[in-house]
């Protein structure tokens, strides 16, 4: 099966399989809203969980919060959101689809870089030797999709960063961008558009104030630096974590889960000494990419990319990128933030954010680093990498392949048949398992095939079937998902041989 064809296949399997569901569905659902069903809200609080025990449980110097996702609306202003937290949009006139301008150009950079890439492996194929670098400055057709490429984004960044809009729908002109659903280039003019939710606090007309719902956790853990940093008695270098819903009104929300109204994210902020930040930097870079590996996304899927325009407040910034379906996009990213957001609340506030460091006896406001990752964005990358259909005797077989530590449902307990004393026994080790794992008992009216392709298809890495022979020697069969391979242990050993194969140090080290 092609990957890109996995996309439809994971959104109705998410949908027939519990794991996400339109919201409001019997109301023909709300755009880019969507709700976790039973196996979905467990896959979810296993990304959350291995997240915060990855950066708080195993980091001494870093500490959660959770902070209300209402806060004072000075906070935006501050942080700049009020005023720049923007989209530029265009509109095509026939179709009447809006876009971002911005994702246009991209998606169209993109397909050069594809083109490219082609043609680097048709040569690959070609000749023996090969080597590439020898090859991009030579092959004509290469240098010219380059040189069109470095023209764009000279003129692409000059206009984001000149808040150009202009500009930026006169690239789209040039390059004779089409909209993908009407096919023609009847373009509106490009116009910024705030992304924040806006609502109203207290009941009492006139006395409302205008208020937003957070459009990412981070402010939270900004305006909780002292509280934080002086109740829990941490010392530069330290990090504040938090996972919580934000929202954002995204204009072109679309690709399932990838772009959604609201979200979750999982961001720390690291507050380390001016001057070191780009060490730190690197470092977090890199441990956030082996989170992402040691959960099982594959390296060739995961790249990292460097931000073209820095926002005004960073010295730098780079995503993890991990292959979706419908290509490379942002999973996570990384920015070094300086300490622009703790002195503008300084501003804003009137209070100080300086931290006092014994060592160099002096005051300072930290720099910061981020690693700010979307949990619905890892859910997908998790689902679209784990989707696999296998031909097994000439049926095909489901399984989603998540790594065990992901697995909603971590063991299944099945009676061979519904009678001669089996369920008792099955129910039973059900009964012992469900302390220390997520486990699941389902009786024996349906054929053990069906039951096991059931479990392959929510990504239970291990199921246990009790038998006749069980009553006999007190021994069940174990059945491993990927493999299929089953082995007869003795009812005392399933504890420990679940236990050293859902272990996750190793997710953790
Ligand atoms: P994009 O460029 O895709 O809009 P962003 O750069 O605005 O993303 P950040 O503000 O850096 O995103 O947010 C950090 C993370 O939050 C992203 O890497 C992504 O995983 C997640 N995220 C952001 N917006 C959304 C959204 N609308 N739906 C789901 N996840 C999101």
């Known amino acids: 099966m092609n990957y890109a064809d996995v996309f439809a296949k994971v959104i109705s399997h998410a949908k027939e399989y519990g794991f996400i569901f339109p919201s409001s569905e019997i109301y023909d ?53 009020v005023d720049a937290f923007s989209d530029p949009l265009i509109d095509n006139k026939d179709s009447k689809k809006r876009y971002r301008a911005d994702v246009l150009i991209e998606d169209w950079v993109q397909k050069q870089e594809d083109k490219i890439k082609k043609e680097v492996e048709k040569a690959a194929k070609r000749f023996e030797n090969f080597d590439e670098s020898m090859f991009r400055s030579t092959n004509g057709r290469v240098l010219e999709y380059q040189k069109k490429i470095d023209e764009v ?95 954002r009104n995204e204009i072109v929300a679309r690709q399932f889960i990838f772009r959604m109204r609201e979200f979750e994210q999982m961001e720390m902020q690291f507050f380390v000494r001016p001057g070191t930040e780009l060490e730190w930097f690197t470092q977090w870079k890199e441990k956030r990419n082996r989170w992402h590996r040691a959960l099982g996304l594959p390296e060739k899927r995961l790249r990292f990319h460097v931000h073209e325009k820095l926002a005004h407040y960073a010295n730098a910034a780079e995503d993890i990128q991990f292959e979706f379906p419908f290509g490379f996009k942002e999973l996570e990213g990384i920015h070094s933030r300086t300490d622009f957001d703790l002195t503008e609340h300084q501003k804003f506030s009137g209070k100080k954010l300086t931290y006092y460091d014994p060592e160099l006896q002096q005051s300072y406001v930290p720099y910061v680093i981020e690693t700010s990752v979307g949990l619905d964005r890892t859910f997908l990358a998790h689902m679209s990498h784990a989707y696999t259909e296998e031909d097994v005797n000439g049926e095909t077989r489901v399984v989603l392949k998540l790594h065990p530590a992901l697995a909603p449902i971590k063991v299944a307990v099945f009676p061979l048949v519904e009678k001669e004393g089996l369920p008792e026994v099955a129910l039973e080790i059900f009964h012992k398992i469900k302390f220390d794992y997520r486990t699941h008992y389902e009786d024996g009216r349906d054929a053990i095939g069906r039951r096991y392709r059931r479990m392959d298809a929510i990504g239970v890495p291990y199921a246990i079937t009790v038998d006749h022979q069980t009553l006999v020697d007190q021994t069940v069969t174990i059945r491993e998902r990927d493999t299929m391979a089953q082995e007869r242990i003795s009812i005392d050993a399933i504890h420990h041989y679940i236990a050293e194969r859902l272990s996750i140090r190793s997710v953790l080290a």
């Open 29 to 81: 659902g709300l755009s880019a809203v969507y709700d976790y069903g039973p196996m979905g809200v467990e896959l979810k609080n296993n990304i959350k969980d291995l997240w915060w025990r990855a950066m708080v449980q195993m980091n001494e110097n870093i500490v959660g919060i959770d902070a209300a996702i209402l806060m004072h609306p000075q906070v935006w202003k501050a942080s700049g959101h």
């Open 153 to 247: 984004m000279v003129r692409f960044v000059n206009a984001l960063e000149g808040n150009d809009m202009d500009g930026l729908r006169q690239i789209i002109v040039d390059l004779e961008i089409a909209c993908p659903e009407s096919g023609t280039r009847n373009w509106s003019d490009v116009r910024q558009f705030n992304l924040m939710f806006k609502t109203a606090l207290g009941a009492v007309a006139g006395d409302a104030q205008d208020i937003y719902l957070r459009p990412e956790t981070a402010q939270g853990i900004f305006v909780n630096f002292l509280n934080a940093q002086k109740s829990a008695r941490q010392k530069v270098p330290f990090g504040i974590a938090q996972i919580g819903k934000a929202f």
